[in-house]
């Protein structure tokens, strides 16, 4: 059982405290009373004067340690809600700090790739032509890489919202696949994490139109202004829609950013979309998708590479043709 008068309680201290100074101002309240009437009854002023005096002094310094020590106590109780919201500033500060680091990482692994990628470019442009085993061991290295990325995606966002989140790169395919005319989507690859659980439903979804969606038609409406998509409660989206219906088993909180080459003459192209989400929510809606799109931007040059190599195994069928 708990101690009710905890005096580590800020609140129960404070009760404690003011209740001690009204005992101690009754007492001198009484004292004043049980000296100085007698003394007047009895006829001797001066005793009666001094003991007032004396108590009257006495009840004024009291009266003043007693707001000093009100207002020690308020200014302690600001200083320990001050300590306490610098702690949650330096966890704040401690955990975008190991994000930002995580895509630093992220980053010099992109790179090593985007070199690899580009010396195979440069080679092929020469008129060298690789091999079925040097275009394996390629297309494996970029898969590994582009899982390294979602799992640093994940990660990031698990130390940013606070939940266990999911992510997912979407590709767009062309208008000619299927001859229907219509832009389709799928998944291409998840984190390690959320494979698992959600392989199963990526097999039955398959590729679907982009509008099925609405995080994706959003994005590529060109009227808007906001290249990402953002919600930490989909089921007070009333307009929300998804291809898989069964959604809310997996998230019900999303982010979503373009993977594209931005024109400023012409069209942005989008190569498809950076997804993340989780059951609880905890999206900045400035952070989150700043985030998102500086990792998205990234993975960009990587897929822009591996387009101009053809690693369509790598990095989907038809992606970017």
Request: aromatic share 12%.
């Amino acid at each position: 059982m708990s101690n009710v008068f905890d005096r580590t309680d800020p609140r129960t201290s404070r009760w404690i405290d003011t209740f001690g100074i009204f005992i101690n101002f009754l007492s001198v309240a009484v004292v004043i009373i049980a000296t100085v009437f007698p003394a007047l009854r009895n006829g001797s002023l001066l005793y009666a004067w001094s003991v007032g005096v004396l108590s009257g002094v006495l009840f004024i310094s009291f009266i003043y340690n007693g707001f000093s020590y009100l207002r020690n106590i308020n200014l302690q109780n600001r200083l320990n809600n001050l300590n306490v919201d610098r702690k949650i500033i330096d966890q704040i500060r401690e955990r975008d700090k190991d994000s930002f680091e995580r895509i630093q990482q992220v980053s010099q692994e992109g790179s090593k790739i985007i070199s690899l990628l580009y010396a195979h470019s440069v080679a092929k442009a020469g008129g060298y032509a690789a091999s079925g085993e040097e275009q394996n061991s390629i297309s494996l290295r970029v898969s590994m890489y582009l899982l390294y990325f979602l799992d640093n995606v994940k990660e990031t966002f698990d130390a940013l919202t606070g939940y266990n989140c999911s992510s997912c790169i979407k590709f767009l395919l062309p208008a000619n696949v299927g001859g229907t005319g219509e832009i389709l989507v799928k998944t291409y690859m998840r984190d390690a994490c959320s494979y698992g659980k959600r392989k199963s439903s990526d097999a039955v979804l398959g590729e679907y139109n982009y509008k099925a969606n609405t995080a994706f038609e959003y994005i590529m409406n060109s009227e808007v202004e906001d290249m990402h998509y953002i919600s930490n409660n989909l089921r007070m989206e009333t307009m929300y829609n998804t291809a898989n219906n069964k959604y809310s088993r997996y998230y019900n909180a999303t982010v979503v950013v373009p993977i594209c080459l931005k024109k400023s003459d012409e069209p942005d192209m989008v190569y498809g979309f950076l997804c993340v989400d989780n059951k609880r929510g905890g999206f900045d809606e400035i952070i989150a998708p700043a985030v998102l799109q500086a990792y998205a931007d990234q993975l960009l040059m990587v897929l822009m590479m591996g387009v101009d190599l053809e690693l369509n195994e790598a990095l989907g069928a038809n992606v970017g043709a």
